[in-house]
């Protein structure tokens, strides 16, 4: 959880004027953010349609939703750094941007992290189910493989490493 904390503070920063690090300009482009992240522009654009990010918009010749370059904040970068821990931890861009929209709220993050604490718990114990599932077929596949090895070695068919090469 301080973690999360920390990247709100990071996110904090940019609201009050300062950038991270000397010289350091706040502003970036979509590649510069697609290269950092390793993500497509087409997934920042779709995190934007999702109310996830909003970056300005300069040069707009169409003055519509898709004129003008994107330009991001320090303050879209850290909700998009949270927005790829959020994903890689299994939360839906749902439980993210209902995340992200309590850090709005101005409660001193406690319902933020209340919120957090519920679906953590919740992403724990599906996993915890998950990994039951798979210690169950884990076992079962080696108990069928146990099988087919005795059955083999009843009709004096021994196994070789041709033999395994062959099936992977």
Do not use: W
């Amino acid at each position: 959880m301080d973690r999360i904390a920390d990247g709100m503070a990071s996110m904090d920063t940019e609201e009050s004027g300062r950038a991270e690090g000397p010289g350091c300009d706040p502003r970036l482009g979509i590649g510069d953010l697609a290269g950092e992240f390793g993500l497509t522009h087409r997934t920042i654009r779709h995190y934007e349609d999702e109310g996830l990010l909003s970056p300005e918009r300069i040069g707009s010749a169409r003055g519509g939703v898709h004129g003008g370059a994107r330009i991001y904040s320090h303050r879209d970068r850290a909700r998009l750094a949270l927005i790829c821990r959020g994903k890689r931890l299994g939360f839906s861009l749902a439980e993210i941007k209902d995340f992200l929209n309590l850090y709005d709220s101005g409660d001193a993050q406690i319902e933020q992290m209340r919120y957090m604490r519920t679906i953590a718990r919740r992403r724990i114990s599906a996993l915890e189910q998950q990994l039951a599932d798979v210690k169950q077929t884990l076992a079962e596949l080696c108990t069928i493989d146990t099988q087919i090895s005795e059955h083999l070695r009843r009709n004096g068919i021994t196994e070789t490493q041709d033999m395994e090469e062959k099936h992977s």
